[in-house]
């Protein structure tokens, strides 16, 4: 039912001394920028030619043509399944056989069982193979935190909560088992990771990036693009980079609103995670719905073309986003038709269009390619692209893969894995007095409206686009509340709701009286897209008055915000004894907090973004030093947030020591070997993410306060030391300047790591 509404960086290495223990056992290959990987051998160039040379145009354009599977099931119209669903054989018939259409996405509004999709593809498949040359179809999903769209699967921490861990062993995970249970859905393409940055904390699509930081998006992407592709084979799909280029922050706030965004910026801050991808190797990439100072993404030939192509050497095809080439004409008005629509963006470089529910494109593009308003060299292209990504996938020999050969989908394997990350997203922002943990004894009030929904753990894109069926399909996992009247002394009362229906915060005062401690969960429901849209991040006044009302009985209160995005609580603050925030930790995160909140497990998460204190002071952690002027009275301004992008509080302590430079002075081809010893000087073993932050002092564009470039995460026992080795290379140092060019700008330069910091010279 989508949519009716719409119509190299510095290397972290561990090294151990005798003391430490011993470090995640993970591959180190997966998470580490590497030279670019070579897409496609001689031997697929090859198939493919052959096989382009024998195709008619129709053949060729249907190859480029994406449809939703609304538009081939049952039912009247081709924006709706009917229900219950089935595909209707008339409508297939149509759109594969005589189309000839090379792809189809999305679910038809609710999950389906692996057999739904197994059948289903199967169906596909068998009319694809009555096309002349049989060329199998490539069916595209959403599966952004495991497979989202199928029913029993294994739930993820959305993006936002993967960068909470600082640990791209968990983006790396997500990504392997996401594949595998895609691929026992029969599905063999996933439209994920997003790789705009986060720093727009109004839109409502922030918690599927990985935050507001440039390394973390190069690094976490590369890593789950990793987990995804793998080596290939019938346990992998393909990764499809969202949404090139600078979707993520538009001027509004409001989801595929306008963006203004100056190339110098564009290349610096949005470009890299990208071009890191692209190293990394994604075969599929999906075009930003937006424009960018007044140039629609999928019209703009410099994007799609010049800077993707000539410059970032990707290889693999584009998809635009949905019903994208559309909205050239009905809402970007740059176009009076749909075929100058067409025109426009297939010659910028669109290879596949999410049309998605009419044909119509089929037969305009035909028309342009006969009145030679696009060249045939141009359609060769484009399905050349597709053609590479569908023989990689092994869909020529095996269309279908048969959930039967895929035994661990749902598996407590998985599920170990997904809560692993869970336990690692979240993030505690206070804990006044040590108040956490707690005792299993301890009398818990749990309240608040995002206490009993498994909505506000999961986000949208879980079993339906808006996430909105989360509580029905994933009945059998624990909602906070389950989970800690489960595992300790507990009682629910649910004092607030997200649509103000259930709200009764009398009742939840009386029993807060009755407890020792107050859980209060606040936060947000799920949403994604426009429906997600919102004028404002401030707390809604009812759950604030639910938070005073239970101040005034005296008890203290943990608060634990489980949303996509910061919702502002500044009023609320000072009357909450401790605070965790969780970016939407998945289908095990109650189990994963009610470990944290009863110390079975240590914190370790640390914020993503910047987390803002105040409605209309958002600025992001990599500030200019003008952001924070404190000169009294005098061109002073006020960077004033609520907690900082990398805070985040452990049950144990954390010294840092030692930090040491290998070199105080370096070339522009040379390197600084940083090193910095980390100890557990508290009584409980936990993790701990170790940051690395350069300062330029001063640069010809006006420098940033820090910025990340390189983090790891390591494991400490009480009383045991590490010590954590950080690169420091030119890219390291390196911005965009006026002139457009990467540049290291010879100079001095400030390393920090925790309170430590050293100085040193770029010649
Ligand atoms: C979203 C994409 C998504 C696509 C297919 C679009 O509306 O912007 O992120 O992959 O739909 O569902």
Not at 26 to 40: C, E, G, H, I, M
Not at 365 to 385: Q, T
Not at 655 to 669: F, H, I, P, R, V
Request: glycine share 8%.
């Amino acid at each position: 039912m989508k949519k009716l509404l719409l119509c190299f960086s510095a290397i972290a290495v561990i090294a151990c001394n005798k003391t430490a223990t011993s470090s995640p056992s993970t591959p180190a290959s997966p998470v580490q920028s590497n030279p670019k990987v070579q897409l496609f051998d001689a031997e697929i160039d090859g198939k493919v030619s052959a096989l382009v040379s024998k195709m008619s145009l129709e053949e060729k354009v249907g190859q480029m043509t994406q449809l939703t599977l609304d538009a081939i099931t049952t039912g009247d119209s081709p924006y709706s399944s009917a229900s219950p669903y089935a595909l209707d054989p008339k409508k297939v018939a149509h759109a594969i056989e005589k189309y000839k259409i090379g792809s189809v996405l999305n679910t038809p509004g609710h999950p389906l069982s692996r057999k739904e999709w197994f059948e289903t593809i199967t169906t596909l498949q068998e009319a694809a193979a009555k096309t002349p040359n049989k060329i199998p179809l490539i069916y595209g999903i959403d599966a952004i935190h495991g497979v989202n769209y199928t029913t029993e699967s294994t739930l993820f921490p959305q993006q936002l909560g993967v960068a909470s861990t600082f640990n791209k062993q968990h983006a790396y995970e997500s990504g392997v088992v996401s594949a595998y249970e895609t691929r026992a859905s029969a599905i063999p393409w996933t439209f994920s990771p997003v790789l705009g940055l986060g720093r727009s904390p109004i839109w409502p699509r922030l918690w599927e990036t990985f935050g507001e930081d440039v390394h973390i998006g190069e690094t976490m992407g590369a890593a789950m693009i990793k987990g995804f592709q793998g080596d290939g084979g019938l346990n992998s799909v393909a990764a499809c980079m969202k949404h090139y280029l600078g979707y993520s922050v538009p001027l509004s706030g409001k989801d595929r609103t306008g963006a203004w965004i100056p190339e110098r910026e564009l290349r610096q801050y949005f470009v890299p995670a990208f071009k890191a991808a692209i190293d990394a190797g994604a075969l599929t990439l999906m075009i930003n719905s937006g424009d960018i100072n007044g140039t629609p993404v999928h019209a703009s030939k410099f994007m799609l073309t010049d800077l993707l192509r000539g410059e970032l050497g990707f290889e693999g095809f584009a998809v635009t986003d949905w019903n994208d080439i559309n909205y050239l004409y009905t809402k970007y008005k740059i176009v009076k038709t749909k075929k100058e629509a067409i025109k426009v963006s297939i010659n910028a470089g669109v290879d596949m269009s999410m049309v998605p529910h009419q044909l119509e494109f089929v037969d305009l593009l035909i028309e342009l390619v006969n009145e030679g308003e696009v060249k045939m060299s141009r359609i060769d292209e484009a399905v050349s692209r597709i053609l590479k990504v569908k023989y990689k996938l092994g869909l020529f020999d095996k269309p279908v893969t048969d959930p039967k050969d895929y035994p661990d989908f749902g598996s407590e394997k998985f599920a170990a894995k997904s809560k692993a990350a869970a336990l690692e997203t979240f993030v505690l922002l206070k804990n006044k007095k040590n108040l956490l943990p707690l005792k299993k004894e301890t009398k818990i009030l749990v309240t608040g409206a995002s206490a009993n929904t498994m909505r506000s753990l999961n986000g949208g894109w879980s079993y339906n686009w808006q996430g909105s069926e989360a509580d029905k399909y994933a009945a059998d996992k624990n909602t906070v509340a389950e989970a800690f009247m489960k595992n300790g002394n507990a009682k629910f009362v649910q004092g607030v709701t997200f649509d103000g229906t259930g709200d009764n915060i009398a009742k939840s005062v009386a029993a807060a009286r009755n407890s020792d401690v107050v859980l209060l969960c606040l936060g947000e429901t799920s949403y994604t897209e426009t429906p997600g849209n919102t004028h404002s991040l401030l707390m809604p006044n009812k759950h604030v008055e639910l938070a005073k009302e239970l101040a005034k009985t005296g008890k203290k209160i943990i608060l634990v915000l489980l949303e996509g995005r910061p919702v502002i609580f500044n009023e609320i603050e000072p009357l909450v004894d401790a605070v965790f925030v969780g970016f939407l930790p998945g289908n095990y995160g109650a189990d994963a907090l009610s470990d944290l909140v009863y110390g079975v497990a240590n914190p370790s998460g640390k914020l993503p973004v910047n987390y803002p204190k105040h409605p209309h002071s958002f600025v992001n952690y990599n500030y200019k030093i003008s952001d924070n002027l404190q000169l009294p009275n005098y061109y002073s301004s006020d960077y004033d947030q609520q907690y900082e992008f990398g805070d985040g509080l452990s049950y144990t302590t954390f010294a840092y020591s030692d930090l040491k430079l290998d070199t105080k002075e370096m070339t522009q081809d040379g390197k600084i070997n940083v090193s910095v010893t980390v100890t557990n000087t508290g009584k409980m073993a936990g993790k701990e993410a170790v940051l690395l932050y350069i300062s330029d002092l001063y640069a010809t564009i006006t420098p940033e306060i820090k910025a990340l470039k390189a983090y790891d995460k390591i494991t400490l026992a009480p009383g045991a030391s590490k010590t954590v080795k950080f690169v420091i290379n030119k890219k390291s140092l390196s911005f965009v300047n006026a002139n457009l060019k990467t540049v290291a700008e010879p100079g001095e330069f400030t390393a920090t790591v925790g309170l430590l910091s050293e100085n040193f010279i770029l010649k």
